[in-house]
């Protein structure tokens, strides 16, 4: 029996906070126009607030090894659990996206934060409400020492950051076929590289206006190194493979061209 | 309510010397005296004698015009209903009703992929005992399936006619019957083995039945139409619904009917009813399974999906005059308008309550919609010359989306490029080779009928799988009631690490060709979750169909059976054991130790291996062993120690890095 089935449109972008969202509290980070940039697989969400600031109480902390995510369970402050909803069972799911992760201070287990980000409404996930993508964390700790409001976590030394990744993308290939993209990370200066095991990578494939179709995450071996396939189920066109490498205290972002023919 | 029979106008019962006027109000005979079936001369001209008259001095042309007019009319339909039927092959619900044909026809090798009972307990196989008896005949095609469908469909056009000969005029019948062939809807079902088309010849039989029982009160139509219900049931289970129609009507006109009547029609029913019995009390268990599963499919669309599909297929000039003629049988409420109104509101209010939609449903709907578009036509036309030219504007603008939408019909390659994969891996792949497909729950059964091969679905649905072999696997309950994900998160991974599966196809449909800014090759869930797959498993992409030079589908092999290869080593008498699974098939993989190379190998056709070396000389436990593959894939260990005297026993766990 033939399904016809009508599917939802994708993301919808609330220009403003409506009731049904936690207001924005101006100051600590800039709004953002386009929230679901960079967020991985956007259609499944519904954008119910681009911006809104809530606080809590951290349950869980984990990095999800499928999208590279900083996933965060949080229990609201009384002032916003009116806003959850019923799947939700009392627990706000956050998210930071993997190029905003060397951005932002994970909180600990316990820690009472505050979160800015777009609130959504996660088709995937029961229709819960959540933070997604979360792009400004702030603690209470945070709040008293004020300058590290701002900053990551400690920074390190600038030979320890420095971060060298090499990435080999297949230039061009037919529909369907394999992108295969090979990943080299080092630590260190010139003279005395290391290679940079256990780095997350994150892949985001982007078309020519910037809309990305694909997204892996990965993660280096012992050698620094990592082999990934990304399959050009794509149409014809230019496309460009970003390669986000974030390991605590070092970050890099790379990028190379892919265009995928038609034969 | 009051009933009216306009018979002057609708019908011409006057001239048959019975008055029909009906008011509801007013207490009913029990049953009208019977009326014999009037000459169609009658028919044709009840008007006046003036008219008749004026026939009289034609009658040799007149007779002519009308059946020259339907023969047309059929031509037409049956020329859009079978035109280049073989164009694009078989979509997966048609897949699977060819392959029951088959089976029935005696084709015993694809009793390992076809069951002869319908999964979703939709139907009990009248369609595909009819195409049996072609694939008897002729061999079993794709093309004969669907050529059954169509000429179902277009015996449909006459049947229409002969219910709009019964209930209004000719020339009503007449543009009905147009209406019906040119039907863009109806043309692009009857061009697919379906079952909807066979279901509304049927439904559309039943009601001609009922529409001359009604008129001549004859009792013979009665036994024809519980006959009828009885085959549009095995057709497609929904046939059921003209019982309610019957009764409906019974009710609204207040007719009772004697109880050997009663009693003969209902054996009638149960006689052409008695496979469905005997099919349901053979196999109770496993009906009973397949439908508290079934019934709990759900399709999550607006209530606006129906009206969508109609106006997209037909165009809006179409469904705006099928709703003319709705309005006007409301407005004018004769006892003809009660049949047709009843038709109509059974169906359409069944398949818009019922939670399950799909494009095809309405079809049994579309004679009803034509027949009182019709009657609204002819009711137009002959008022005055001012509503004769917008009738002529309304035909125009039908007629121009009819054409446009026509060729959409006739063109339609939603699924184009499966038959040719099917194809492509039964001329290239092994035997026993197993393919998985995205699926709504039939689409692996393409590969079944066309290659012959072992095929299984990649998706989401609550239908039930039949495996290979026959075994039945039904999609496990999940919470909340959402769609299971058996088939997208449990049983590809676990088919493929076994073998079983070792081709991975990706389809695209015509939606997402033709407009590749808004609909990207992948977008849904599902299909991210399949080119996930395939990437996991090291999918190499063996063959690109192309339909109009557009990529349309992609057949992958995979080359490794675990997302990452997976090493075991044992030491023993300073000898190192190594095991491994899930390399590249039939690749050459290096061994080396600390950047050493120990040794070369092959592994075998499942991706395993084993090889041993002499433990090195200058073993560190921080040293690496890595073993890696022609494509890269790799697995390594660690914890060798220099080779002592004594033998060193065992060895560490994998561990990759």
């Known amino acids: 029996m033939a399904l016809g089935l009508v599917q939802r449109p994708p993301a919808e972008n609330a220009a403003t906070p409506a009731a049904i969202a936690p207001a924005w509290q101006t100051g600590a980070v800039l709004c953002r126009d386009d929230p679901m940039a960079y967020v991985p ?61 060397p951005k932002v201070m994970a909180p600990k287990v316990g820690q009472h934060a505050t979160f800015y980000g777009s609130w959504v409404m996660d088709r995937n996930q029961h229709n819960q409400a959540a933070m997604h993508p979360v792009w400004k964390v702030t603690t209470s700790n945070d709040l008293g020492q004020g300058s590290r409001a701002t900053s990551p976590a400690k920074p390190p030394s600038a030979t320890a950051r420095r971060v060298q990744v090499q990435m080999q993308v297949t230039k061009s290939v037919p529909m369907g076929g394999p992108i295969d993209v090979l990943v080299r990370a080092e630590s260190g200066s010139k003279g005395a590289r290391r290679p940079l095991p256990e780095a997350n990578l994150f892949f985001e494939v982007r078309d020519d206006d910037g809309r990305g179709v694909q997204w892996k995450a990965a993660m280096t071996n012992a050698l620094g190194l990592a082999r990934v396939t990304l399959v050009a189920l794509e149409h014809p066109g230019s496309f460009r493979v970003w390669l986000f490498v974030d390991k605590p205290g070092r970050s890099a972002i790379v990028s190379a061209p892919v265009t995928v023919r038609r034969r | 309510m009051k009933l009216r029979h306009r018979g002057t106008r609708d019908r011409p019962a006057d001239t048959l010397g019975v008055s029909l006027r009906l008011d509801l109000t007013e207490p009913q005979p029990l049953l009208l005296p019977p009326t014999p079936d009037p000459p169609a001369s009658v028919l044709d001209e009840p008007d006046s004698t003036v008219a008749r008259g004026r026939h009289l001095t034609g009658r040799r042309p007149a007779r002519l015009l009308g059946p020259a007019a339907l023969a047309a009319i059929v031509g037409i ?180 009917l004697p109880w050997r009547m009663v009693g003969l029609t209902a054996a009638a029913f149960l006689v052409c009813l008695s496979p469905v019995l005997l099919d349901v009390a053979a196999n109770g268990r496993e009906f009973g399974d397949f439908l508290s599963r079934s019934s709990q499919r759900v399709s999550h669309v607006p209530w606006t999906y129906y009206p969508t599909v109609l106006a997209g297929r037909e165009g809006t000039a179409v469904v705006m005059l099928w709703a003319a003629g709705v309005v006007v049988a409301l407005v004018r409420r004769s006892r003809a308008d009660l049949l047709l109104g009843l038709w109509l509101l059974v169906f359409v209010g069944f398949y818009q309550l ?165 609909d990207p090759l992948v977008s849904t869930s599902t299909q991210q979750k399949f080119r996930d797959l395939v990437a996991r498993y090291g999918g190499q992409l063996v063959h690109t169909v192309y339909v109009n030079h557009e990529g349309r589908a992609w057949i992958y092999r995979v080359t490794r059976l675990r997302k990452k290869p997976v090493v075991t080593h044992t030491v023993r008498g300073g000898v190192v054991r190594v095991r491994g699974w899930g390399f590249t098939m039939n690749s050459t993989v290096k061994v080396v130790y600390h950047g050493h190379r120990v040794a070369v190998l092959r592994a075998d056709d499942r991706g395993s291996l084993r090889v041993q070396f002499p433990v090195p000389a200058r073993a560190q436990p921080d040293y690496y062993v890595v073993l890696t593959d022609s494509e890269s894939n790799y697995a390594s260990f660690s914890g060798l120690s220099k080779p002592r005297t004594t033998p060193n026993e065992g060895g560490r766990g994998p561990r990759t890095p």
Not at chain 2, 78 to 98: K, P, Q
Not at chain 2, 389 to 396: E, Q
Not at chain 2, 476 to 501: H, I, M
Request: proline share 5%; aromatic share 10%.
């Open chain 1, 41 to 101: 697989h956007p259609t499944r969400f519904v954008v119910l607030a681009r911006c809104s600031t809530v606080s809590g109480t951290v349950r869980q902390v984990r990095r999800d090894p499928v999208d590279g995510e900083l996933n965060m369970l949080v229990a609201l402050d009384q002032p916003y659990s009116r806003f959850l909803l019923y799947g939700n069972q009392g627990l706000l799911r956050t998210a930071v996206v993997p190029r905003d992760i």
């Open chain 2, 77 to 256: 339909g049956g020329l859009l209903r079978f035109w280049n039927l073989d164009r694009v092959g078989f979509r997966g619900d048609e897949a699977v009703y060819a392959g029951q044909a088959a089976v029935l026809s005696g084709v015993d090798e694809l009793q390992r992929w076809f069951i002869l009972m319908s999964r979703g307990n939709s139907n009990f196989l009248l369609f595909q005992r009819v195409v049996s008896l072609a694939y008897r005949l002729f061999g079993v095609s794709d093309v004969l399936a669907r050529g059954v469908a169509a000429a179902f469909s277009t015996l449909t056009i006459l049947v229409v006619y002969a219910i709009a000969r019964t209930l209004y005029t000719r020339r009503v019948a007449l543009i009905a019957a147009l209406l019906l062939a040119l039907s863009s809807y109806s043309v692009a079902l009857a061009r697919l083995a379906l079952l909807d088309a066979t279901l509304t010849f049927l439904v559309t039989a039943a009601m001609l039945c009922l529409a001359r029982w009604d008129r001549t009160e004859r009792p013979g139509w009665l036994y024809g139409f519980g006959a009828c219900v009885a085959l549009a049931i095995q057709a497609k289970i929904v046939g059921v619904l003209l019982l309610p129609i019957l009764a409906g009507y019974l009710l609204v006109s207040r007719r009772r």
């Open chain 2, 354 to 518: 019922y939670p399950l939609k799909a494009f095809n449903y309405l079809l049994p709907s579309v004679p009803a919609l034509c027949l009182l578009a019709a009657r609204a036509v002819e009711h137009l036309a002959r008022l005055s010359v001012l509503r004769v030219a917008a009738t002529a504007v309304v035909a125009v603008l039908v007629a121009s989306g009819v054409v446009t939408h026509q060729w959409r019909a006739l063109h339609d390659d939603s699924y184009a490029g499966l038959e040719e994969a099917s194809r492509w891996l039964g001329a290239n792949s092994p035997p026993r080779s197993g393919v998985m497909t995205l699926s709504h729950g039939s689409a692996q059964y393409v590969f079944a009928f066309y290659a012959r091969r072992d095929a299984y679905p990649f998706g989401r649905f609550r239908l039930a799988t039949v495996l290979p072999g026959g075994k039945i696997v039904h999609a496990l309950p999940s919470p909340r009631g959402v769609t299971p994900r058996d088939w997208v998160a449990l049983w590809p991974p676990r088919l493929v690490e076994k073998g079983t599966v070792n081709y991975l196809v990706y389809y695209a449909t015509s939606t997402t060709i033709d407009d590749p800014e808004e």
